[in-house]
């Protein structure tokens, strides 16, 4: 019988979790830790962001704009569009297509970009490699099939900074609604791209990657030089449902039902894959992150939890749909699903190396690296799963 935590809704089906002697889990009390740390304090954080933006906007002289922000169509990246408008910051902004975009994301991207008289800039990923690479990942044995579009979606913001000499960017990571813990121990990092092509050789039928947009390790763990990642919506009194009506009433977008749902392919994996294969389900971090936060009870968290992420004749659709555009037929689907997850270390990766520099460097070393990289208001030392290598092959 598994245990569940007394104070959220997650529990032992996450290998990694712990809990105390009063049954509180290790994800919950680090994210009430992580709140009390840098969490939103009315008057200082207000304080905090208006120095923040006014750095922007000076590092943005002379240049066509302030900062650079990746749309997904998503709650949090409209939000944060909504914000930075504002507070007068000039957006790039960047959508990235890799196909798997719901109608939905599509007119949410449009609706907000028009509303906030952004212009556009959207990369449309090669979908032979990218089908390819994806297909790879579904015979992987992986816990994570998201990797190969979190990659491209970091790789290409990167890109953008570099060709316009912009020197923030706008994450929509944030504490409130996604807390400070990597959930679900098994996930593997989208950072590492040397894994990432390791399975393509094992399991992918191209020759080449040389269309993937794509990091190398500096890039990946420590960003650009000059370049600063800022928490943007750590700010401000961000609470998902106020946003929602926000959104909603300025711009007329539209709730897609689930956390990352704004893709088809990230909605299927997330409610169809994870728990059939690794016995998981990703909506009690989602929904411990709304509790922790004070917008869902407890137990109204765990009766979503009993009941479907989304109708069950809509998730075969869904795989149905996305197994014949990757060319996997049912019945090698249902003999990959048969088999046991890989092993810990299967694929060729960086987690070998940062094991070696912390080691070497020790965890300060890392720290140092890693402020390279994020905002000094945005830093805490317990940042790691965001900015620092695993401790482990298959940490997230």
Same mark, same amino acid.
Not at 66 to 90: F, K, N, T
Not at 155 to 183: D, I, K, M, Q, W
Not at 215 to 222: C, K, T, V
Not at 337 to 351: D, I, N, R, V
């Given at each position: 019988?598994?245990?569940?935590?007394? =104070?959220?809704?997650?529990?032992?089906?996450?290998? #990694?979790?712990?809990?105390?002697?009063?049954?509180?889990?290790?994800?919950?009390?680090?994210?009430?830790?992580?709140?009390?740390?840098?969490? *939103?304090?009315?008057?200082?954080?207000? /304080?905090?962001?208006?120095?923040?933006?006014?750095?922007?906007?000076?590092?943005?002289?002379?240049?066509?704009?302030?900062?650079?922000?990746?749309?997904?169509?998503?709650?949090? !990246? !409209?939000?944060? /569009?909504?914000?930075?408008?504002?507070? #007068?910051?000039?957006?790039?902004?960047?959508?990235?297509?890799?196909?798997?975009? !719901?109608?939905?994301?599509?007119?949410?991207?449009?609706?907000?970009?028009?509303? @906030?008289?952004?212009?556009?800039?959207?990369?449309?990923?090669?979908?032979?490699?990218?089908?390819?690479?994806?297909?790879?990942?579904?015979?992987?044995?992986? /816990?994570?099939?998201?990797?190969?579009?979190?990659?491209?979606?970091?790789?290409?913001?990167?890109?953008?900074? =570099?060709?316009?000499?912009?020197?923030? %960017?706008?994450?929509?990571?944030? @504490?409130?609604?996604?807390?400070?813990?990597?959930?679900?121990?098994?996930?593997?990092?989208?950072?590492?791209?040397?894994?990432?092509? !390791?399975?393509?050789?094992?399991?992918?039928?191209?020759?080449? %990657?040389?269309? *993937?947009?794509?990091?190398?390790?500096?890039?990946?763990?420590?960003?650009?030089?000059?370049?600063?990642?800022?928490?943007?919506?750590?700010?401000?009194?961000?609470?998902?449902?106020?946003?929602?009506?926000?959104?909603?009433?300025?711009? #007329?977008?539209?709730?897609?039902?689930?956390?990352?749902?704004?893709?088809?392919?990230?909605?299927?994996?997330?409610?169809?894959?994870?728990?059939?294969?690794?016995?998981?389900?990703?909506?009690?971090?989602?929904?411990?992150?709304?509790?922790?936060?004070?917008?869902?009870?407890?137990?109204?968290?765990?009766?979503? %939890?009993?009941?479907?992420?989304?109708?069950?004749?809509?998730?075969?659709?869904?795989?149905? *749909?996305?197994?014949?555009?990757?060319?996997?037929?049912?019945?090698?689907?249902?003999?990959?699903?048969?088999?046991?997850?890989?092993?810990?270390?299967?694929?060729?990766?960086?987690?070998? @190396?940062?094991?070696?520099?912390?080691?070497?460097?020790?965890?300060?070393?890392?720290?140092?690296?890693?402020?390279?990289?994020?905002?000094?208001?945005?830093?805490?030392?317990?940042?790691?799963?965001?900015?620092?290598?695993?401790?482990?092959?298959?940490?997230?």
């Amino acid at each position: 019988m598994s245990r569940l935590c007394t =104070r959220c809704a997650m529990d032992d089906s996450d290998p #990694g979790i712990t809990f105390d002697e009063l049954g509180r889990c290790s994800i919950c009390a680090r994210y009430l830790e992580q709140k009390e740390l840098r969490g *939103y304090r009315s008057g200082s954080s207000d /304080a905090k962001l208006r120095r923040l933006v006014a750095e922007m906007k000076k590092a943005g002289e002379g240049k066509e704009f302030d900062c650079v922000l990746g749309l997904s169509g998503g709650v949090d !990246s !409209s939000y944060m /569009a909504y914000m930075a408008h504002e507070h #007068g910051l000039r957006v790039l902004a960047v959508h990235v297509d890799t196909g798997w975009n !719901s109608e939905m994301a599509v007119r949410n991207i449009e609706r907000v970009c028009n509303g @906030l008289g952004y212009e556009l800039h959207t990369i449309v990923m090669d979908w032979p490699t990218m089908k390819e690479l994806q297909r790879a990942y579904l015979f992987s044995g992986l /816990a994570n099939l998201d990797v190969p579009q979190d990659h491209l979606f970091c790789a290409a913001v990167y890109r953008f900074a =570099r060709e316009y000499g912009v020197r923030y %960017l706008l994450n929509g990571s944030n @504490l409130a609604t996604e807390g400070a813990s990597a959930p679900f121990s098994a996930q593997h990092s989208y950072r590492d791209y040397w894994e990432i092509r !390791s399975v393509y050789r094992r399991h992918g039928r191209g020759k080449s %990657l040389r269309k *993937y947009i794509h990091l190398n390790l500096r890039e990946a763990w420590f960003g650009i030089p000059g370049v600063t990642k800022v928490n943007l919506l750590d700010y401000v009194p961000y609470a998902k449902k106020d946003a929602i009506d926000l959104l909603t009433a300025r711009f #007329g977008w539209e709730y897609y039902g689930g956390k990352h749902f704004e893709s088809r392919f990230t909605k299927w994996f997330q409610s169809v894959y994870l728990p059939a294969r690794f016995g998981y389900d990703k909506r009690r971090y989602h929904l411990s992150c709304l509790v922790m936060n004070g917008e869902m009870t407890r137990e109204a968290a765990l009766a979503e %939890l009993a009941r479907p992420p989304y109708p069950p004749d809509e998730m075969r659709e869904d795989e149905a *749909y996305i197994l014949k555009k990757l060319d996997i037929t049912p019945a090698q689907w249902a003999k990959e699903m048969q088999k046991p997850p890989a092993a810990e270390g299967a694929y060729f990766s960086q987690a070998r @190396l940062f094991k070696l520099a912390g080691k070497a460097l020790g965890s300060g070393g890392l720290d140092w690296f890693k402020s390279r990289n994020v905002h000094p208001i945005d830093l805490t030392k317990e940042d790691a799963p965001d900015c620092a290598p695993p401790a482990k092959p298959n940490d997230a």
